[in-house]
């Protein structure tokens, strides 16, 4: 089983409509969680930190569930520029080493 | 405001040929990393270096040597490069709390 698991997609969207993203991890010793945005052949970026409380960046709603173990990202009101391809992070810290695990991302295409 | 600097962008060797990637930060993080991203795998962490000195192998070390030369840089070699390393490499630098910075990658190919 992978560690962080997420549905690969591709998500065809109308701009305006909302989309929402799914994402298990198997760690239950899993720490901080993301989501990264990655452009075609470009590098990721961090798009949003993942709380426990759940959060909101303006169109975007990260929710953490640590009983299912599961994180969500909701995209309302989708943008044209809001198409790429979405990884689910997860951060277990073994010692010292911060190091992250990414899924293999959600690919969203948001079309006119 | 450069953030993660990685060298080259892209690169083309022969089988059995030698290069490395050069990868520096300016943000004053201990940690960095080197992963692999292939189609359809997403990203694997092939080194690791927690602060300056140390080094960890990651997923898929193999092929793969590290030099952590400073805090700032972090390099990447391929002994003898195989068509099977051909891929986008990214270079990432963070602190322990927050995310990661990638660099814009390396494209290699491998023929």
């Known amino acids: 089983r992978k560690e962080v698991e997420q549905d690969p997609g591709p998500f065809n969207v109308p701009e305006g409509a909302t989309v929402a993203f799914n994402c298990t991890y198997s760690?239950?010793?899993?720490?901080?969680f993301f989501w990264y945005r990655q452009d075609c052949r470009k590098e990721p970026k961090l798009l949003m930190s993942?709380?426990?409380s759940g959060n909101e960046d303006g169109r975007f709603t990260a929710q953490l569930n640590r009983a299912s173990q599961y994180i969500s990202l909701l995209i309302r009101d989708s943008k044209l520029s809001d198409s790429a391809t979405y990884l689910c992070?997860?951060?277990?810290?073994?010692?010292?080493?911060?190091?992250?695990?990414f899924g293999t991302g959600t690919r969203l295409q948001v079309t006119l | 405001n450069a953030g993660v600097t990685q060298t080259p962008k892209f690169q083309v060797l022969k089988t059995g040929q030698s290069m490395t990637l050069q990868c520096a930060q300016d943000?004053?993080?201990?940690?960095m990393y080197w992963y692999r991203q292939d189609p359809g795998m997403g990203l694997r962490l092939i080194y690791y270096?927690?602060?300056?000195?140390?080094?960890d192998k990651g997923e898929v070390p193999n092929g793969y040597n590290v030099s952590r030369l400073n805090k700032r840089e972090f390099s990447l070699r391929l002994e003898s490069a195989a068509p099977s390393q051909t891929s986008v490499y990214f270079c990432?630098?963070?602190?322990?709390?927050?995310?990661?910075?990638f660099g814009s990658g390396t494209r290699l190919t491998v023929v």
């Open positions: 990432a630098s963070s602190t322990e709390i927050y995310g990661y910075t």
């Open positions: 760690n239950s010793a899993s720490q901080s």
């Open positions: 993942v709380y426990s």
């Open positions: 992070v997860v951060r277990v810290l073994p010692g010292t080493a911060s190091k992250l695990t």
């Open positions: 943000m004053n993080h201990n940690s």
């Open positions: 270096s927690a602060s300056e000195g140390t080094t």
